[in-house]
């Protein structure tokens, strides 16, 4: 382990995560997965906050001196740049691109928004009357008791909003209901692993460690951090999710990813299934890349 790496832990509340995500202080590695959460992963997270649930933490890294580009978009936003002072997001991509996309004010925000994203896949309402986290079918219109969930986390928008509530039999109920999710969300505290130096081997080290007996790093997502090069525009993921794309026409798109690798690693001549070591050394192969590519 590098002397100068660090490994911090924090614990803040959900919208401080927001604020840094706007002011680019945290930032996705071009080598990170890809967002796949469906809307009933979206769901199924904010019922867990409204529940109290644990969310898990969030893995950052700082490097020491690596660059990896970074993908410019979280969430249906675009996220300015930094050069530096910033965290890569190691684990933690799909819980916080959805909190970042369904609690940001797209009406207050300077970042750039893609509507259609934002409205097809980031607009999550909480019905007061059924006390439910809901998504609209599309073109239709919500009612005056469903919220978007980032009216919540904004005092004056809150406020604002509740006066479309002002005439309904039941206002001082959908009050008290409103003001109780507004609470939770505002409130919500999100633990954090912060890793400071080192190497990306290290991290990416340190990333299974932790997972051993949770979700454990997928092998394309660790040849991918490990492999990561900007000047030759390589990164497995991309490529297997190609792959996968151009196999649609012989109807293979339901191939998994893990097949893609296997065969990938077989090509080396032997099967890279530990962990431990062994994907590193396939990651190392001075002819990894073009093989690869082959």
């Known amino acids: 382990m590098s002397a100068k790496l660090q490994i911090n832990t924090r614990v803040r509340r959900l919208i401080y995560y927001i604020e840094d995500i706007e002011k680019g202080l945290i930032q996705i590695p071009a080598f990170q997965r890809d967002f796949i959460w469906d809307k009933k992963d979206k769901l199924d997270l904010f019922d867990s906050l409204k529940r109290g649930y644990p969310i898990g933490s969030i893995l950052f890294w700082k490097p020491e001196q690596e660059k990896f580009g970074s993908n410019e978009k979280i969430g249906p936003y675009t996220i300015p740049e930094k050069k530096e002072n910033y965290f890569y997001i190691l684990d933690g991509f799909q819980r916080l691109s959805t909190l970042f996309g369904c609690l940001t004010n797209p009406a207050k925000t300077k970042l750039k928004v893609d509507e259609k994203e934002l409205v097809n896949d980031f607009t999550i309402y909480y019905d007061l009357e059924t006390e439910e986290f809901i998504v609209l079918r599309p073109n239709s219109k919500s009612e ?137 050394q396939l990651a190392k192969k001075k002819d990894f890349i073009t093989k690869t590519k082959n």
């Open 144 to 280: 005056e008791h469903q919220v978007p969930l980032y009216v919540f986390l904004d005092t004056f928008e809150f406020l604002s909003y509740s006066q479309k509530l002002i005439d309904k039999p039941n206002f001082n109920v959908l009050m008290d209901r409103a003001k109780s999710i507004a609470t939770t969300l505002v409130d919500f505290s999100l633990p954090s692993i912060d890793i400071i130096g080192g190497e990306i081997t290290e991290a990416v080290d340190i990333f299974s460690r932790i997972n051993s007996k949770g979700t454990s790093i997928s092998s394309d997502w660790m040849i991918s951090a490990l492999t990561y090069n900007k000047d030759e525009d390589f990164r497995l993921g991309t490529i297997i999710d190609n792959l996968i794309e151009e196999l649609k026409i012989f109807n293979f798109q339901d191939m998994k990813r893990e097949m893609v690798f296997q065969c990938i690693s077989n090509s080396f001549g032997k099967a890279y299934f530990d962990q431990s070591g062994k994907i590193e």
